[in-house]
């Protein structure tokens, strides 16, 4: 049996007015859930920015953009526990297609 294999990428804002170790402790949680469960290619925290429009009465997030390998169940499952982890404002997580080479 040959294990899928896809790529995604996932962003998440954090609550930017909790502490700052708080924030560092959620950025682990996931950075250590996604690399149980796959393989991280890159991790970029883009650092505190402010929100296009307010969210529970925010207007700043903290942002990180983790880039990952995973089987095709993974992302249904860290859309779960974004939603159930207290601090999270906001999540994404999209499945990169494969760029096909086309021959003329």
Do not use: C, H
């Amino acid at each position: 049996m040959v294990d899928i294999i896809n790529k995604y990428e996932t962003i998440f804002v954090i609550n930017a007015s909790l502490e700052e170790e708080k924030i560092t402790a959620l950025v682990e949680k996931f950075k250590s859930l996604i690399s149980d469960a796959g393989e991280i290619e890159s991790v970029d925290e883009w650092g505190k920015r402010r929100l296009a429009y307010p969210i529970d009465d925010q207007t700043e997030g903290y942002y990180v953009l983790v880039q990952f390998s995973a089987k095709p169940d993974f992302p249904q499952e860290l859309e779960r526990i974004y939603r159930i982890t207290d601090g999270i404002l906001r999540d994404i997580v999209i499945k990169k297609e494969e760029k096909r080479k086309i021959s003329k």
